[in-house]
């Protein structure tokens, strides 16, 4: 592919989950991503063939962008800080967009295709209990007594159920310490080691 290629198909991609954030997901069309990337609405196509296959993509790199953001914000090394600082990033989520896009892309059972949406929730959730075993097993000395995969599960729900309640304007000042209890319930399905 040619830089200039490549630099379009970019421009598309930034340009459609702008409008993601900003609107969801069923909100956007080809001719409103091909007019905000600034470039024929062919040229959208050309690149990722229909909506649904524009839309994908979107979810492709909201799941990359989400997965690392999680992944740093519970890094073994920040165990006292990091149901603080996973609280940071779950507001900014909020305030920037992702969590409307996360939720219009994957919960809305239109926009993509269920297996296709599902396959990100796992990755994302999987991600998730990965992070909070290692954090466990690394600063705390604690193991799981459940499977990692119930852990991710759990933590997904937490933060996908916040994020929507943020979305529908409950206050932070009220979510935040309902927040701190589901961390207190995960520390509880972990054991001394």
């Known amino acids: 592919m ?3 290629r490549g630099k379009a198909r970019e421009t598309i991609i930034e340009s459609a989950e702008a409008l993601v954030r900003k609107h969801g997901a069923a909100a956007v069309t080809v001719e409103a991503v091909a007019k905000a990337a600034g470039t024929a609405k062919g040229l959208v196509h050309y690149h990722y063939k229909t909506k649904q296959g524009l839309l994908g993509a979107v979810a492709d ?3 990359a962008s989400r997965t690392s953001s999680w992944a ?3 890094r073994p090394g920040a165990a006292e800080s990091a149901a603080e600082a996973s609280w940071r990033l779950l507001t900014r989520e909020s305030a920037t967009g992702v969590a ?4 219009t892309l994957l919960h809305s059972g239109s926009t993509l295709p269920d297996q296709a ?5 796992c990755a ?3 991600s998730l209990g990965t992070a909070l075993t290692q954090l466990f097993a690394d600063d705390m000395g604690l193991v799981p007594t459940v499977p990692t995969a119930e852990i991710g599960w759990l933590m ?5 159920g916040v994020g929507l309640q943020l979305l529908a304007g ?3 000042e009220q979510l935040h310490g309902a927040y701190a209890a589901a961390w207190l319930g995960l520390l509880a399905l972990a054991a001394p080691a």
Do not use: M, P, Y
């Open 156 to 160: 997904a729900a937490v933060v996908d």
């Open 100 to 103: 409307l896009a996360w939720q």
């Open 170 to 172: 409950v206050g932070e």
């Open 124 to 126: 994302f959730s999987s």
């Open 72 to 74: 740093n914000a519970l």
């Open 2 to 4: 040619s830089r200039q």
């Open 61 to 63: 790199r909201l799941t």
């Open 117 to 121: 949406a599902k396959s990100r929730l």
